[in-house]
């Protein structure tokens, strides 16, 4: 049961502006955050602070286990969350950045217009049952407290064999307060179902291609927020939880960008992949192997792509980056004067590691983003009558971009031998008008197939098996190229 919420979560009010400074970024990393107002008023409160140097005060942050909630790299603000039991010393000196300071009450639930985990499976049966021609739904996973993990699988017909078309997987709530992330995935089913009978571009994507849907990757989470703590961000394992995003195998306490501690909100876990959330989505992942990936988070208006840790870029750049420099020129900021920013964790917030995208990419050539959804000033619950259909609204133009692309520019086929699939073969992918360029190297699935999205030109494909090798060379225009190869 949902509690009762007024019509704006009590967090997002605002209270007192105070004048507050940062001090040196060696004495941030301990205490020194300034603070001018009374620390014993008992209240939990989240402060928007202005730093004097963004890149390297972010990381002395994260580095003193400050819970961030949110950034803008282009101002320099950033918001903390701080809970009255748990609050780090401040400074008391004031060097002129100004603060801004929102108490919340965690005890009231977030707007009863945002969904708990079970609004959200009742919801994804009805459009199971509404759209039995499209859908199909099932749980791949239960979490520590048993609640079931829901994916919904679009396509036309929903009898289609997987495998047989390209895959795109949306992603929801891994962080349990990220309630906005909820109804833009389920808005994305929504809109697939409904417009299918008449809308012929939708036809076209559901013909062509499969939408796979989690809504909601942390239900325990959820229900927490829901029942008592609207600023709980983990799952529920043992007392204090695990940050579901911060689990994953690839660089899994690799880069400073995840905290050992359990009481952190980036607490990594005991060990990669240690968790059932991350393992049913790890078993999902390898067998549907997207070709694209969005995972949907707020806030901050980001558009964030692999890799996560300093410095650390991805052999793709041209596609993956330049994608989703393109995907954030579609979505203009909740402000209206401005687009969302791309880039790579490291570069516009933090280092992150055991992160969902750097794992998909680096495992399963999935090209993978994350989108940071709403602005500063709407936080992570804002208004559901407000900003619910606004941000859904919003947000299309990004899960419609990776559709179009997945169906676009690029070479899929299937790599046989002897009539049998060959499981482990390799595909090569060079483009011959870069000389030097290492290209991307991609393991076919389970069923031999592959996938690689590509900008336009000639490029060389080899493709190997043990001692077979069939070499190809072929232009890639603006459409989807077919290529079976046969060993």
């Known amino acids: 049961m949902k509690l009762l919420a007024s019509t704006r979560s009590a967090f997002l009010r605002p209270v007192v502006s105070v004048a507050v400074a940062i001090v040196s970024v060696a004495a941030l990393a301990g205490s020194a955050l300034a603070h001018d107002g009374d620390d014993s008023d008992g209240k939990s409160r989240i402060l928007t602070l202005k730093l004097r140097d963004y890149k390297n005060q972010m990381r002395e942050l994260v580095e003193g286990g400050y819970d961030i909630a949110g950034a803008n790299p282009d101002t320099g603000l950033v918001d903390i969350v701080q809970r009255a039991d748990s609050r780090q010393p401040f400074d008391k000196a004031i060097f002129g950045q100004t603060v801004d300071v929102r108490s919340f009450d965690p005890a009231i639930a977030p707007d009863p217009g945002y969904k708990n985990p079970a609004e959200v499976e009742e919801l994804v049966n009805r459009i199971k049952n509404n759209h039995p021609d499209l859908v199909q739904v099932e749980s791949f996973g239960r979490t520590h407290e048993g609640r079931d993990l829901w994916a919904i699988r679009i396509t036309a017909p929903a009898t289609t064999k997987d495998g047989d078309k390209p895959v795109v997987f949306l992603n929801a709530l891994h962080h349990a307060r990220e309630v906005m992330t909820v109804e833009v995935a389920l808005d994305a089913a929504e809109y697939l179902t409904t417009q299918y009978a008449t809308n012929p571009e939708v036809q076209n994507w559901l013909n062509r291609a499969e939408i796979w849907i989690v809504p909601m990757v942390n239900p325990d989470g959820s229900n927490k927020v829901w029942t008592g703590d609207n600023m709980w961000r983990k799952n529920t394992t043992g007392s204090d939880g695990v940050d579901v995003n911060r689990n994953y195998p690839y660089r899994w306490n690799g880069c400073n960008g995840s905290s050992g501690s359990p009481y952190n909100d980036t607490y990594r876990g005991p060990s990669a992949g240690s968790e059932n959330e991350t393992q049913a989505m790890m078993g999902l992942i390898e067998r549907i192997r997207p070709v694209y990936s969005i995972s949907f988070h707020s806030y901050s208006e980001l558009v964030l792509y692999p890799y996560s840790c300093d410095g650390e870029r991805v052999p793709q750049r041209e596609v993956v980056e330049g994608g989703g420099r393109e995907m954030a020129n579609l979505l203009v900021s909740d402000a209206g004067s401005g687009k969302y920013r791309p880039g790579t964790s490291w570069e516009i917030l933090y280092a992150v590691d055991g992160g969902d995208i750097d794992w998909m990419y680096h495992e399963h050539n999935v090209i993978p ?99 077979r090798t069939v070499e190809r060379t072929v232009l890639v225009g603006g459409d989807l190229l077919r290529m079976d190869v046969t060993l």
């Open 369 to 467: 983003y994350v989108i940071e959804l709403n602005g500063m000033s709407q936080g992570f619950q804002p208004s559901f009558s407000a900003w619910r259909n606004k941000t859904v609204t919003k947000l299309r133009a990004a899960w419609q971009y990776v559709i179009k692309r997945a169906l676009g520019s690029g070479v899929r086929g299937k790599v046989s031998s002897s009539g049998e699939s060959a499981v482990d073969a390799v595909v090569r992918i060079t483009n011959l008008a870069k000389h030097g360029d290492a290209g991307q190297m991609i393991k076919v699935k389970s069923d031999g197939t592959f996938h690689a999205v590509l900008v336009p030109g000639t490029y060389k494909l080899v493709v190997a098996s043990g001692n």
